[in-house]
Nanobody
């Protein structure tokens, strides 16, 4: 199993970035993928997830209306489009996967991120004011 993130970089406040997570060894029809982020000195937090049916999506309040999660099953890839970026969005962004019940409870209930089994190595997003 491998999850590989890309698309991070440095942008000014108000700018946009799109992150990609290529998943191998897991079926997106069975597993749910979420994006997490970890800012310096802070705990890793769930940002968004997309259900295996591509219908269910969830965003934490701090990014709702600015970030969009989507997937392309033909490419086994999950995307995170980030718009109107703010300096507080600066973090290492990780994609992670597990069964739906684990992802949903971890992200929505803000439980320990380590509950998810499969992780990428992360991509850095830096937003300057």
């Amino acid at each position: 199993v491998q999850l590989v993130e890309s698309g991070g970089g440095s942008v000014q406040a108000g700018g946009s970035l799109t992150l990609s997570c290529v998943v191998s060894g897991l079926s997106l029809d069975t597993y749910v993928v979420a994006w997490f982020r970890q800012a310096p000195g802070k705990e890793r937090e769930g940002v968004a997830y997309i259900g295996s049916g591509d219908v269910d999506t969830y965003y934490v309040n701090s990014v709702e209306g600015r970030f969009i999660i989507s997937s392309d099953k033909s490419k086994n890839t999950v995307y995170l489009q980030m718009n109107d970026l703010k300096p507080e969005d600066t973090a290492v962004y990780y994609c992670a996967a597990d069964l739906a019940v684990v992802v949903i409870t971890t992200v929505m209930l803000r439980r320990e991120a380590s509950a998810l089994d499969y992780w990428g190595k992360g991509t850095l997003v830096t937003v300057s004011s």
